[in-house]
């Protein structure tokens, strides 16, 4: 009982006897009967005031404020969207809209080029330096060899092509969306859809894909495939094909191959559809 009524020590020497012990356990020793006779050493501070009476239960609190905003982001561009009636209206919409916060470091809006009306609709990742200095998407080397793909089998972007992308402000340095902002951008990608209904809709890469078919798989998988969309609002599901990014291919030159037979897919389907094409010189 010695213990019980010995003076308490010092505060200095408690807080060292707390540092020791800790020590001693973090080094793998069973400290627990040492810390039970120094608790037992160690009297109580004494209350400073009476007890409280019990306190109201306090509400959660709300969610940070950074997702309250993203949210709202979201929710105004899906609005926004809605409110459209037409490509062009759309257009406008997405100029005006500032939920997204790589419009404050970039440039140019790029939301489409080509004809609004147009059969097909191509839709790609995100705008680069040339895309963001001319408020076009597919305008620098990976745009002209677009261009040039798509005019062999009659396609072209002055006649019956419509393109896009997934998000209308380049990213700083060429970074990787983040999943916010894809997520801020998508409701103004399924409206564009809904609108247009193309006969065929072509996903550029593997972060167009992903990104409209809500799928995460690489885009090795699902080009070479007949696929469809489909979501709430739509009249019917859309014909849709995946082919390699011009991009990827400007790096691997070598499985240009796959993009060509990617092509053909398209032609085939393209007269199964009877979509219309530029006669070839």
Not at 176 to 203: A, M, N, S, W
């Amino acid at each position: 009982m010695a213990a019980m009524n010995a003076p308490e020590p010092p505060i200095q020497v408690q807080a060292a006897a707390r540092a020791l012990l800790a020590f001693w356990r973090a080094a793998g020793v069973d400290m627990d009967e040492a810390e039970a006779v120094y608790a037992a050493t160690a009297r109580p501070a004494p209350a400073r005031r009476p007890a409280a009476p019990a306190a109201t239960p306090i509400a959660p609190r709300p969610a940070p404020k950074v997702r309250a905003k993203a949210s709202s982001a979201v929710d105004n561009a899906g609005l926004l969207a809605k409110a459209a009636q037409s490509v062009a209206g759309l257009r406008a919409a997405v100029e005006g809209f500032d939920g997204c916060a790589l419009k404050a470091t970039a440039r140019n809006t790029v939301f489409s080029d080509g004809v609004d009306d147009a059969p097909v609709l191509i839709i790609g990742e995100a705008p680069g330096k040339d895309e963001d200095e001319q408020g076009r998407p597919f305008v620098g080397r990976s745009g002209q060899l677009l261009d040039r793909m798509l005019a062999t089998i009659g396609l072209s972007r002055q006649s019956n092509v419509l393109i896009s992308n997934t998000i209308y402000w380049r990213p700083p340095g060429n970074r990787d969306p983040t999943p916010g902002e894809i997520l801020t951008c998508l409701p103004f990608v399924e409206r564009l859809i809904e609108l247009k209904q193309p006969k065929l809709l072509i996903l550029a890469g593997k972060a167009a894909a992903n990104t409209v078919l809500k799928r995460d798989e690489a885009v090795t998988r699902l080009r070479g495939r007949r696929l469809s969309y489909n979501r709430e609002g739509l009249a019917a599901p859309i014909n849709t094909m995946v082919m390699l990014h011009p991009a990827y291919l400007l790096r691997r030159p070598q499985e240009k191959r796959l993009a060509w037979a990617d092509l053909l897919a398209a032609e085939s389907w393209l007269d199964e559809l009877g979509v219309a094409r530029i006669a070839q010189s």
